[in-house]
């Protein structure tokens, strides 16, 4: 067993459990005398693997009937195009809150199928704040709304559902299953699975029946949510191994508890690291903390020359992928559902040493 905690942004850290029954039954899955990456997609030993990770998500989400849940590939780049191209229904315009890196790559993607209306704009304060939803300048006529719940790269998380009155669209990559959520506010949740959810190569969509089967014109049959829905998300062979490790996962994330229970310990998580930040003047993190994410904490060094020295540090320690995205510099710690509160505290000893070393 490894003893280093990993708080990689993505692809993140799985639970030490998965990955040991993923090893155990790697050879010869369950009665198929072959692996699960060997087995067909619609035999009966992956079928059920399928239907079983389906059934465990909607419980865990508690997914109204109405929602179906797609196993899909092409990450959550790929919903930044499949969002247009089935949300706008015969519509021109489309409403995008701007909170990040990622909703900068969501919008100019929908740009290329409709007139976009942003509605906030985080950018003026380097996506460290959102600006109160009453000053927020929603376009009524727009066929869709479409935010990220928490932005990874700043470390910036919505601590409230925006009350628009079209369907929205989220994209929960770096959020989902870290907290309770009403699904049934939403339209559209799509997330990439190497976040919180199992390794790269998959990514989830739940969405709404009513909009399905409405996509723009001459566009790839494989980007209309139908053509995934009416054929159980094997319209071609599905991403069959990071979909069996998703399941493992949502077995995990119940014996834990479920979301409730996750929710606790993600909170508990999170405060730990931000309060050794705030009280201390050697470290920093420049988010508004009504906005503070739980799932990505970044935080900068009072003197930016010793980053290097503390990462080399933290890796000798055990303490994996510190290093912060390179435009917002610093460090960033990654503490998805996989990350125990062990690991939070500690990196937060290693912190509090290497400033006695060097503060
Ligand atoms: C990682 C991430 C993405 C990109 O996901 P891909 O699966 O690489 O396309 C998009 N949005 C958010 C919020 C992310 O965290």
């Known amino acids: ?66 929602y179906k849940v797609l196993f ?5 780049s790929a919903q930044f ?13 489309a409403n995008y809150a701007n909170t990040g890196h990622w909703s900068v790559k969501a919008i100019a993607e929908a740009k290329r199928y409709c ?13 460290t704040d959102i600006e109160d939803f009453h000053d927020w300048k929603v376009d009524e006529d727009a066929a869709y709304f479409h935010y990220t719940p928490n932005e990874t790269i700043a470390g910036l998380e919505f601590d409230y559902i925006p009350d628009v009155s079209m369907p929205i669209a989220a994209d929960m990559s770096s959020t989902i299953l870290s907290r309770e959520i009403d699904v049934s506010k939403y339209g559209v949740i799509y997330a990439g699975a190497q976040k919180n959810i199992g390794p790269s190569g998959l990514t989830i969509v739940i969405v709404r029946d009513d909009l399905i089967g409405h996509p723009v014109n001459g566009q790839p049959k494989l980007f209309d949510y139908a053509t995934q829905a009416n054929n159980d998300s094997m ?15 949502f077995e995990w994330l119940k014996e834990q508890g479920g979301l409730s229970a996750m929710q606790k310990i993600n909170k508990a998580k999170a405060e730990t690291l931000y309060s050794a930040i705030d009280n201390s003047d050697f470290y920093s993190n420049p988010v508004s903390i009504k906005y503070r994410s739980w799932m990505n904490i970044p935080f900068l060094l009072a003197d930016e020359k010793l980053k290097s020295k503390f990462l080399e540090r933290s890796k000798d320690s055990g303490l994996l992928a510190l290093k912060g995205h390179r435009s917002v510099g610093g460090m960033r710690a990654s503490i998805y559902n996989a990350m125990p509160q062990e690991g939070v505290d500690a990196l937060v000893s290693f912190m509090n040493d290497f400033e006695k070393d060097f503060g």
Not at 40 to 64: C, N, T, Y
Not at 72 to 76: D, I, M, N, P, T
Request: glycine share 8%.
């Open 81 to 93: 195009s499949m969002v247009p191209i089935n949300l706008l229904r015969g519509g021109s315009k």
């Open 115 to 127: 007139d976009v209306n942003i509605c906030t704009d985080s950018s003026g304060n380097n996506f």
């Open 235 to 249: 319209f071609n062979t599905p991403a069959t191994f990071p979909w069996y490790v998703a399941g493992r996962v």
């Open 1 to 66: 067993m490894t003893q280093a905690y990993n708080f990689s942004a993505g692809p993140a850290m799985l639970p030490q459990e998965v990955l040991l029954r993923i090893q155990e039954e790697l050879i010869e899955y369950e009665n198929s005398k072959a692996s699960v990456m060997e087995i067909s997609h619609r035999g009966v030993d992956f079928m059920e693997a399928a239907q079983k990770a389906e059934k465990d998500l909607r419980e865990l989400l508690k997914i109204p009937d109405h």
């Open 72 to 76: 899909l590939q092409g990450g959550a």
